[in-house]
Structures are given as structure tokens and as C-alpha cells.
RNA sequence: GCACCCGUAGCUCAGCUGGAUAGAGCAUCGGACUACGAAUCCGAGGGUCGGAGGUUCGAAUCCUCCCGGGUGCGCCA
């Protein structure tokens, strides 16, 4: 049997086609969840003004073309309002629906139609430069999509475009030079990256001489020198280790072979900027060459350009931005091109597939869209920035939770081994950072709260994996004695339960369109809640054999929706905690 | 100056793309453990949805104008 809200669509359409005419057929019902009955019908009130009819008199009329005998409870159908149509479903609609979910193991989420291949951009992190809060964000946003599209059945390319070619290196590279020089270790250790790019640029701000011989070094790397090629090499290596750490350390399925940063495109710049100019796309302008797309405009209303290539002849990352987009389309064949890049990048971006649609590369299906999400703030609500402010950690930050993690599962669950207990508090305390995080609008600002992220109460990750666990721990101690049978609701807040679990595939399908995973936040957060009044409500165990059977039926299907949904969110479910 | 984003309970946030009395969690107050895990559940109080107009049966949601906060706006990436 179908999905039951699938069915009360199809049976509306064609309801509205047979009592008002062909020309209806693909009119939207507008069926929604409702708090008054299971589901509502609202189209009779949108209807009511083209027909010019009331709308309890199109809604009657549209009742009258409908069985929904075999759906709905007696009495379950009925007009309110202004012309609400109210449904309560039958519970052995709800019991055999359930038993579908069951059987299938992507737990009612459809595959794609026409499956895209989406390339993520997951913002791009500098190389040696140490990775903060801000990071946070991009990765665990394009790592959740990620995951989600690829459930869906998208194929996922990853792309980690690092910020590993331009000025900043001539300084870097500078610095390791003159540390060598002076007989002192080069610290290249991955974790001393950070304090090395600091000490590079304070020498850089103050030593004219430095900075000079910097701005040289620039000129040599991108001449292809292979001394200084094989010095930024250094670099380059050094800072994917430490990525690798802290992405592995996060849960992230980002891996080497999805870097490709900027010196990636180097090669094709010169390509492409000739290419843009011979089509007139892009002209000469003050020495730069410059794309204008129309509808931008600066201070003083002038047309503002996307710089291709600068006055010195030198690429920006105009330039690497159209190569990159154009690559994804053209090599990696993306058909939805992804960018989960800060809101602070959102005019570049525009100006960029702008260009990239003059230029031809953003002919349907492909397309390309910018998952923009706010800064990440202090205390003070100021932005975090990363130019010489303190920052904190990624690294650290990880680590803490995970601490805190330790310790609260240490209080409440003291009888776990010591080995368990610290793959459980890591799994805790990631799951604690990343949800809290991912459960707000990705396009707001983040106010950056350690006791919100370590808080283990309301809608938080470790409330999910709390109701996730209580599930295993009735299976545990069912033993062998959860037959099979069928699932059998009945219960207020049995039904209660059915309702959420059956909705799980369209949260994924909205995080799929939207791109935002706070929707499924929300989704996994409600049906948590639903379990735990169902789990005081209802007993599992101490029920009679029928009873029972469906009930661990429920817990059953509980659990995987709540496992898989963490699952796409990055985050693990333990079985205990 | 122009463009984009944000403004919802004391705090942190939802609100399904126009639906019924605006919902959660913290915090406050009151209940429920001889336990299928109380990291829980049940209940109470708390709001002129920044303000003012407009669109219509109906607006937190769409349009216009203000107020407040943020971010951008030519050779750093």
C-alpha cells in the first residue's frame, strides 16, 4: 500500500478534476498535517474565489466525488471553517502503512526521479592556516547534504576548494625560509600551523624588507619555480594532514582525494581569461580585464565588475571561481552545482554565475546555488573574525565536548566499561557540537554558546541519541521473545507516533529542495518526543503477547528512523550511553 | 548613498512557502521514579510576531514605506 498522504493526494486531484473540470487535474490539494485532525485539505478555500462558489460548497462538492471509506474512520471527514476539510485515517491504514515502512530500508524516502550529480563546494578552508569555529559550519553543512542527496539517490562529488595559491604564500614561504636560515627546526607540524601563518604575517605588517621579499616570492611561485614550488609543497602537505585530522576527527567524509584547491586552476586562467575576452564577454578596463553583469552596480552606481585578471596581470579569485565552476560542469559533469559558503560571499557569488550564465555554462539542467549561512558570533554578538582576533580552535573546541561528553555519561551511566565510555562521550559530544549547529537556520547568525552546544536537555543531539538508546535498552531486555507479528495501532499515542514515522520521508525530500537540515532537526526532534510520550504512555514489555509484539514493532521502526536520520546529520546513534 | 540578510516569550530558537486559538527547549512554578533508562514525562504562567499601511474570506508568512542590527559595494583571497 502506498504512503496514505500519497493517496489522499491522488484521490483529491482526481476528485477536482471530476467535479470541476480537466483543467484541475494537477491543481494542488494543499494537504497538510493538522493539529485538529491527521491531515487537512485546503484547497476549497483557494478554489472558492476562481469558481466563485463558497468555499464549504466547493469542499461539499469535492466530498462528494470521494470514497474515502477504505482511508478514513467514520465521521472522520469533515467540513469546518471557512471550508477545511478534516481527515482522521483509519488504524489499520496507519498499522499497514507502518508495516510497508518496515520493509523497506530506506524507511519511506523515495529515490530521485532524475538523479542530479551535485557538486558540494564545501567553502574553502586555507592551507596553513588554523582551522576555527567558522569552518565549522561549511563542513558539517556540505557533509549533512551530502549525505542527504546521496540518500536520495544523487550521485555526490565532493569538492574541497582550498585556499592554497596567492599572496599569502610569498610570506609563508618567506618565513619558512629565514626560520630555516636561522638554524631553528621548521615547524611544520600540522598543529603548528596556525601560530606559524601568525608570526609570518606580524613580520610581514612590520618588516618592509620582509614584505618586499615576499611580494618577489609570489612572482616565483606562480612562474612555476621549482624551489619555491617544492618549499609551498611543504605547505600544501603539511595542512591536508592536518585537515585530514580534523576531519576525520569531526566525522566528516571529506578525504584528500576531494581537494581541489586553487593552484588547481592556475594552469587554466590564462585559457580562460583569453577565451571570455574573444567573445566580448569580458573588456579591458583600467589595465583589468573585467566582466560587468548587468544588474550590479558600486558607491556611485557605476556598472561593478567581476575582475578576471588584474592590472598587474595577476588571476583573482574571479578568476579561479568561473575556472572551478566551469570544471565541476564541464569535467565532473555536475548538474547542480552547490556552494555552502558564508553570507558574507553572497554578492560575489551572484556576480559569478552571473558571468557564468553570459559565458554559457549554466544552461538547464545545470544550475548552480549558493547554501549561504551566517557568521559565527561571540559573546559580544560581534563576528568572529580570523584575521589576528583570538579564535578558537576547532581542534580545542572538539575536544572539549568530548570531555564534557566523558564526564555526564561518566554521572549517568557509570556501569560502562572505560572503553566504551569514551567512543560513547565521542560520539556524545560531537553529535552535541554538529546538532547544535545544524538545528538552526543555516542562514541566520550563529551565536556561539557552550553551554547550548554541551546543554544535553530539549532539542539537542544527545536528547535524540537519549530516546534512540532507551530503544535498545527495552530490545535488550526483550531477548529473544520479539517475534514477529504485525503492527497493530490503536493508542492515542500510538497513532501519535505512527503520524511522525510516516513523515520521515518528506523531511528528507524538504532538506533535499530547501537545503536546509534544521528541517529534519526539527522532524527528528518531534519524533523523539512523540517516542518518549509513547514510551510513558504505552508499555512495551509488560503488555499482553499481541500488544507487545507490535509495540517492539514500533520501537523497532523507532529506532532505525531516529538512526538514520542522525546518520544524515553526521552523527552516530550508540546503543547505550 | 545603493544592494542583500536578519528582527517572534526574560534567554536560545521553530513556524511545513497564505490557513483555524503563534509553538518548542532553557529559566520560573506545580506534579510523576518499590524504574521496559527520570539525560525522561505530564501540567501552569509568560506574546500588540520591530513599527505603520496595503493585498483578501484569512498575514508571523506576500507588497510598499519607515525603525533598529549585520554584511557587501574595482584590482586581498
Not at 213 to 239: I, K, M, P
Not at 285 to 293: I, Q, S
Not at 440 to 445: A, L, Q
Request: aromatic share 8%.
Amino acid at each position: 500500500m502506498p504512503h496514505p498522504e500519497l493517496l489522499l493526494r491522488a484521490r483529491f486531484e482526481a476528485a477536482l478534476a471530476r467535479a470541476f473540470g480537466a483543467e484541475y487535474q494537477h491543481t494542488d490539494p494543499l494537504l497538510r498535517r493538522s493539529d485538529r485532525a491527521d491531515f487537512q485539505v485546503n484547497v476549497a478555500m483557494s478554489l472558492g474565489k476562481a469558481l466563485r462558489r463558497p468555499p464549504r460548497e466547493v469542499a461539499q462538492a469535492l466530498l462528494a466525488e470521494l470514497d474515502l471509506s477504505d482511508l478514513c474512520v467514520e465521521g472522520g471527514i469533515e467540513v469546518a471553517g471557512p471550508g477545511f476539510i478534516n481527515l482522521t485515517l483509519r488504524n489499520d491504514v496507519l498499522s499497514e502503512a507502518l508495516s510497508e515502512l518496515l520493509a523497506d530500508t530506506a524507511l519511506g524516502v523515495p529515490k530521485a526521479v532524475t538523479p542530479d550529480v551535485c557538486v558540494i563546494d564545501y567553502g574553502s578552508p586555507n592551507i596553513a592556516k588554523e582551522m576555527h569555529v567558522g569552518h565549522l559550519r561549511s563542513s558539517i553543512l556540505g557533509d549533512t547534504l551530502a549525505r542527504v542527496l546521496a540518500f536520495r539517490g544523487h550521485r555526490v562529488v565532493a569538492q574541497n576548494h582550498v585556499g592554497d595559491w596567492g599572496t599569502p604564500f610569498g610570506m609563508l614561504i618567506e618565513h619558512l625560509v629565514d626560520v630555516r636560515q636561522e638554524g631553528r627546526a621548521a615547524d611544520l607540524d600540522p598543529s603548528e600551523l596556525g601560530d606559524f601563518y601568525r608570526a609570518a604575517r606580524v613580520k610581514f605588517d612590520t618588516d618592509p624588507g620582509f614584505a618586499d621579499r615576499a611580494r618577489t616570492r609570489v612572482v616565483q611561485l606562480q612562474a612555476g619555480d621549482a624551489a619555491t614550488l617544492a618549499l609551498w609543497q611543504q605547505f600544501v602537505n603539511s595542512s591536508k594532514r592536518y585537515m585530514a585530522a580534523v576531519f576525520e576527527r569531526l566525522g566528516v567524509g571529506l578525504v584528500d582525494a576531494d581537494v581541489r584547491g586553487e593552484s588547481f586552476f592556475n594552469a587554466k586562467l590564462g585559457e580562460l581569461a583569453d577565451e571570455l575576452q574573444a567573445r566580448g564577454i569580458a573588456v579591458l578596463d583600467d589595465g583589468a580585464l573585467c566582466v560587468f553583469p548587468p544588474g550590479f552596480s558600486g558607491r556611485e552606481a557605476e556598472p561593478l565588475p567581476l575582475i578576471v585578471r588584474k592590472k598587474d596581470g595577476g588571476f583573482g579569485y574571479g578568476a579561479t571561481d568561473l575556472a572551478a565552476l566551469r570544471f565541476r560542469h564541464e569535467v565532473l559533469g555536475g548538474t547542480r552545482l552547490l556552494y555552502v559558503v558564508g553570507a558574507t560571499q553572497q554578492q560575489h557569488l551572484a556576480m559569478v554565475f552571473a558571468v557564468a550564465n553570459m559565458a554559457g555554462w549554466l544552461e538547464p539542467p545545470v544550475r548552480a546555488e549558493h547554501v549561504s549561512f551566517g557568521s559565527v558570533l561571540g559573546d559580544d554578538r560581534k563576528m568572529l573574525k580570523s584575521r589576528s582576533g583570538e579564535n578558537i580552535r576547532l581542534i580545542e573546541l572538539l575536544d572539549e565536548a568530548v570531555e564534557r561528553a566523558h564526564a555526564a555519561v561518566l554521572e549517568k551511566n557509570p556501569d560502562l566499561s572505560e572503553d566504551e565510555r569514551r567512543r560513547v562521550a565521542r560520539q556524545v559530544g560531537i553529535g552535541a557540537v554538529k546538532y547544535a549547529d545544524l538545528s538552526c537556520d543555516r542562514i541566520k547568525d550563529y551565536v556561539f554558546d557552550w553551554r547550548r552546544m554541551v546543554a544535553f536537555e530539549g532539542n539537542t543531539g544527545p536528547y535524540l541519541q537519549y530516546a534512540h538508546a532507551r530503544i535498545h535498552s527495552i530490545f535488550r531486555k526483550a531477548g529473544d521473545q520479539q517475534a514477529g507479528g504485525a503492527i497493530r495501532v490503536l493508542a492515542p499515542a500510538e497513532r501519535a507516533l505512527a503520524l511522525e514515522l510516516l513523515a520521515f520521508g518528506r523531511a528528507v525530500s524538504e532538506v533535499e529542495v530547501t537545503l536546509e537540515p534544521h528541517k529534519l532537526c526539527g522532524y527528528l526532534y518531534g519524533l523523539a518526543t512523540s517516542f518518549s510520550s509513547f514510551f510513558e504512555a504505552c508499555p512495551v514489555l509488560k503488555a499482553p503477547p499481541e500488544e507487545r509484539a507490535s509495540r517492539l514493532l514500533l520501537c523497532e521502526l523507532s529506532a532505525r528512523t531516529l538512526r538514520t536520520g542522525l546518520n544524515l546529520l553526521g552523527i552516530d546513534a550508540p546503543e547505550r550511553m
